[in-house]
């Protein structure tokens, strides 16, 4: 049916494909750039749901805009008024709920900046000390009320803005961070990451397709081609985007050139067939007919084995993976969909109706001699390439237990930008220390509560070893009015005077919160205190309600998901997988067959974890399923195209010609995936840069795998089933 409305209508097909494309062109116009931890949590998850709660209630955390002031002495007086004109600036600024500076607190105290260079050390050294981490830096804290990431984004601008053209005493060095501020940084840079990772992919797909594509299309221009159908699909997909709701965002902003590469694979396939067909004399629309015939069932088991693996992301938890999982998916669908409507319209409409004549050459090129000589030793060490899978696949699995997880996402971005900078250069000054906080639950705030919280922070910090001390709302009055307060009238005057950051810090309502501040390293560590410091919430006795959040805890999470989503997504792409190969070809043993070699591609790119220490990532857990999903398309070629040989040839023969005539194929594909998935190494973000490495290496040993594994397994099967289809007496010895 296909091929008959690509006969008949080929510019229809063309005129609607191009309707669609100013479509998507429009469309693109309101895609959204953001750049939230939000996306790596499902709403429903409760210990992200607590972090938001705690963030909220106490205006502390990752909502926040902080000012980096640097100079010799940040509390010179003419530094000090230099904050408060800056401050009133700010003040007037849409969404800006309350500002805090040094310069503030002394005004709050004293009604004004006092003249005495010694008072306001002392009272700063007494109530400044958060935003005075050393002699050299202040910091200006803003707690902000957008929400949205246009509102933050917008917000961030103007204040960067202001803080750049505010004239400044000389000597003092101003910058701006804090997670809205990082955020729209980051949006910008995801903004560059797309147009540079998206045209070097574009101009690697040129270079490679004219030098491996080139001689296999009858005039060079057309070897070009299958780009034009992979450039399509990205558009089609990225005007996808606003009707699906889905931003483009640290993750997702990778699909488009992997995209590229991806999609190319099934307009090379089904064009290298026709072009075979049109080289051995064939018509036109006989070519076109046979070509669709003969390629579609592989490129649709090729599409759907991708599909299943970018779909099992979904399986992941984590809204992030879903999106990039979906937009691939949908991606390659619109690409095989392109691949058997448009190409073949594009094909009938430009392709001369003439009969070619056939070259009595050997058409046997270097590639394919290789191949073949690759495929007979293969077939010949069987046993020896059987080992050698069982060893590697036993290896990966050793080195996926010992790779370590990244679960900061504030290392998933580039690391030179100025907000990231900043806080870098606090961590240095101060130390980077990992918090817990415990929000705990009270009938009434008290000064036995505050008294009995104190309490429970001393003896956590007494009973674990991570724990390096603790800040509670008891220890803050002592530090502001030199001791705690005898009754409940005077804590509630005390509670009065505190600057509001401190207050606001350790009150909301009737909760009060302790924060633990530890040394954990690593996930396993953060896991074990975690659930260490509940227990010491229960022994201690605390019989009100409590929780534990703040970012570490959140850290942690992620840690969990990234486990357990990697779990979920290479079960349910296995189990998917084979079922749709049995559904194909009702045989365990062609279901399984693609299955083995891409199990050692995923041991081999665990193992190049390991040896090489590259850590696990939110975005390198998707790679055994995608793996899955990408790897088998080779194998799933391979196979088909020795099923149909083997219905003629012995199995020597029928693995020589399947090298040499879908070899060159899948070679290309494979290096037009390379150049896809390459393109993420130049890309600002580190997160992408692992999951190129990790993704050329998957694709070379996939690759190599299905020359290799996928011949080797054929030839053990032919061992126990002699006869796969209803072969002829041909063979090596009479072609």
């Known amino acids: 049916m296909i091929v008959r409305i690509v006969q008949r209508y080929p510019f229809l097909i063309i005129g609607l494909t191009l309707s669609l494309l100013i479509f998507s062109l429009y469309s693109a116009q309101h895609v959204v750039y953001e750049y939230k931890i939000d996306t ?24 926040n805009i902080f000012i980096f002031v640097k100079s010799e002495d940040v509390t010179n007086r003419e530094v000090l008024e230099y904050m408060l004109k800056l401050e009133k600036e700010l003040r007037h600024l849409k969404y800006v709920e309350n500002i805090v500076s040094p310069a503030s607190i002394l005004v709050s105290i004293y009604g ?52 750049k053209f505010s004239p400044k005493p000389a000597g003092v060095h101003v910058s701006v961070t804090g997670s809205p501020v990082m955020g729209y940084q980051i949006m910008k840079s995801i903004q560059k990451s797309v147009r540079l990772t ?20 009858r005039r060079k221009i057309f ?56 080289k051995e004399g064939k018509r036109t629309d006989e070519s076109i007919g046979i070509a669709i015939r003969s390629t579609g069932l592989a490129i649709a088991l090729a599409m759907l084995t991708t599909v299943i693996g970018f779909l099992s992301m979904l399986f992941s938890g984590v809204p992030a993976l879903g999106w990039f999982g979906i937009l691939s998916a949908l991606g390659l669908i619109v690409a095989f969909i392109l691949t058997l409507t448009f190409l073949p319209a594009l094909l009938k409409i430009t392709d001369r109706d003439v009969k070619v004549e056939v070259s009595e050459e050997d058409g046997t090129g270097i590639l394919e001699r290789s191949l073949s000589v690759l495929a007979k030793v293969t077939a010949k060490r069987f046993r020896t390439i059987l080992i050698l899978t069982l060893v590697v696949i036993a290896f990966g699995f050793y080195g996926y237990t010992q790779i370590k997880l990244e679960t900061n996402p504030r290392n998933y971005v580039p690391q030179d930008l100025p907000a990231i900078v900043s806080l870098k250069e606090l961590e240095r000054l101060v130390g980077g220390q990992h918090y817990y906080v415990v929000i705990l639950n009270v009938d009434r705030l008290d000064l036995n509560a505050i008294k009995r919280a104190d309490e429970l ?89 409590f929780y534990v959040s703040g970012y570490t805890p959140l850290l942690m999470e992620m840690g969990r998901l990234m486990l357990l ?33 891409i199990t050692t591609v995923i041991a081999i790119v665990n193992a190049f974890m390991f040896v090489f220490g590259i850590k696990q990532t939110m975005l390198s857990t998707t790679m055994n ?41 899948i070679t290309t594909s494979a290096l037009t995936m390379a150049g896809g998935f390459g393109a993420l190494l130049i890309s600002p973000f580190p997160l992408m840069q692992t999951f190129g490495v990790l993704s050329l290496v998957a694709i070379i040993f996939s690759l190599l795998a299905s020359l290799t594994v996928v011949p080797a397994f054929l030839m053990i ?19």
């Open 198 to 217: 998206t045209s070097a992919s574009a101009i690697l797909m040129v270079v490679i397709l004219f030098l491996v594509f080139s001689g296999v299309v």
């Open 625 to 665: 399923s995608m793996v899955l999903g990408l790897g088998i398309d080779f194998s799933i070629h391979v196979l088909e195209r020795y099923l149909e040989e083997r219905k003629s040839y012995d199995p020597m023969m029928s693995v020589m010609r399947t090298v040499e005539r879908t070899g060159k194929a």
């Open 40 to 63: 790596f949590f499902s709403k429903d998850d409760v210990i992200y749901r607590q972090y938001k709660l705690f963030t909220k209630d106490f205006r502390v955390g990752s909502e």
């Open 223 to 278: 070897a070009l081609v299958p780009l034009l159908i992979s450039i399509l699909s990205v558009i089609f997909v990225y005007g996808a985007m606003p009707i699906l709701g889905i931003p483009m965002t640290e993750v997702t902003n990778g699909f488009m050139p992997i995209l590229i590469g991806l999609a190319i694979e099934y307009a090379a396939q089904l064009q290298s067939r026709f072009e075979e067909e049109r």
């Open 457 to 545: 922070g001393r003896y956590i910090a007494q009973r674990e070893s991570y724990v390096d001390n603790y800040e509670s709302l008891a220890k803050a009055i002592v530090e502001f009015y030199g001791r705690m307060p005898s009754n409940d009238i005077k804590l509630e005057m005390v509670l009065q005077k505190l600057p509001p950051y401190i207050r606001d810090k350790f009150i909301s309502g009737n909760q009060i919160a302790i924060y633990i501040a530890s040394h954990v390293k690593s996930f396993d560590e953060e896991e074990k205190l975690y659930y260490s410091i509940q227990n010491d919430v229960r022994y201690f006795g605390w019989k009100d309600g």
């Open 112 to 163: 004004k900046l006092p003249e005495d260079p010694v008072v306001i050390r002392e009272t700063l050294k007494r109530y400044g000390g958060d935003l005075i981490p050393t002699d050299t830096l202040a910091l200006i804290s803003i707690s902000i009320s957008a929400t949205e990431s246009q509102q933050r984004n917008e917000l961030a601008k103007q204040i960067e803005d202001i803080v």
């Open 717 to 735: 099967t032919e061992m126990f089933k002699p006869k796969l289809g209803t072969p002829s007496p041909r063979g090596v010895e009479n072609v």
């Open 565 to 597: 989503g990697q779990s979920k997504m290479t079960i349910a792409a296995y189990i998917l997988i084979v079922a749709l190969m049995f559904l194909v070809y009702r045989s365990i043993t062609k279901a399984v067959v693609p299955l083995v070699s």
